[in-house]
């Protein structure tokens, strides 16, 4: 998978490149809108752009609306900017849009989530399960499985990072996030627990003292 990142500061270089790399993601940087263009004549093979609205030589919506947008390549905006305009402005004419500070983590989930989107991989199937990750149902042989909305949310935490090992400490860092409630490891074994029952197959796989995985089949 080839992303390119067009920014500027180098410690987002550095720290996205180590990242990628280590989820089998190939990063090329480019710093400026001037080399970003001349790249781009040349190599259109992309399966995404990361692109920083604040560049040296210019405007990084301007970039996208006159030269990216003709590629169709999927791009996800990086800006300091949070004021609301801007960043409808972004949602409106791209994939997604974050601000700075930034996880890196958020990121690379919603660089996996649009990759398998734009592969028309919206509906996952492994093996007798599938996954809607648009309408959030699961269902096994077609028939819808019944899961809390935490539950729920923890599948598709998986199925986002599909072949991929989400870790003990990302889940509970969410689980934090999405309810405000401090949760140990012992009850994340007990929602797994429950999830495996209710689906009632081995899809996820559990990596001793690290975390879970789906493995796409």
């Keep these: 998978m080839n992303i390119l990142l067009i920014e500027d500061n180098e410690g987002i270089i550095k720290g996205l490149t180590y990242s990628l790399l280590k989820n089998n993601y190939n990063l090329i940087s480019k710093t400026n809108i001037k080399d ?18 604040t560049l040296p030589d210019g405007d990084g919506l301007k970039l ?23 960043i409808v402005e972004g949602l409106n004419i791209a994939e997604d849009y974050l601000t700075k500070p930034f996880s890196t983590k958020e990121l690379l989930a919603r660089i996996n989530k649009i990759i398998m989107r734009n592969k028309k991989q919206s509906i996952i199937k492994c093996q007798d399960i599938t996954f809607d990750m648009d309408k959030l149902i699961l269902t096994k042989e077609n028939i819808p499985i019944e ?5 729920l949310k923890l599948v598709n935490l998986l199925f986002i990072n599909i072949n991929k090992v989400v870790t003990r400490n990302t889940i509970l860092d969410k689980i934090w996030e999405w309810t405000g409630n401090y949760v140990d490891d012992h009850t994340v074994t007990v929602y797994f627990k429950r999830i495996r029952e209710k689906i009632g197959n081995d899809i996820i796989i559990t990596i001793k003292g690290i975390g879970y995985r789906i493995d796409e089949k």
Excluded: C, G, R
């Design 64 to 86: 996208y609306k006159e030269v990216i947008k003709d590629l169709q390549i999927p791009t996800i905006f990086l800006s300091a900017n949070d004021e609301e305009e801007t």
């Design 147 to 151: 899961l809390t909305a935490l539950e």
């Design 36 to 53: 970003t263009k001349t790249y781009l004549k040349e190599n259109k093979n992309l399966d995404l752009i990361i692109l920083d609205i």
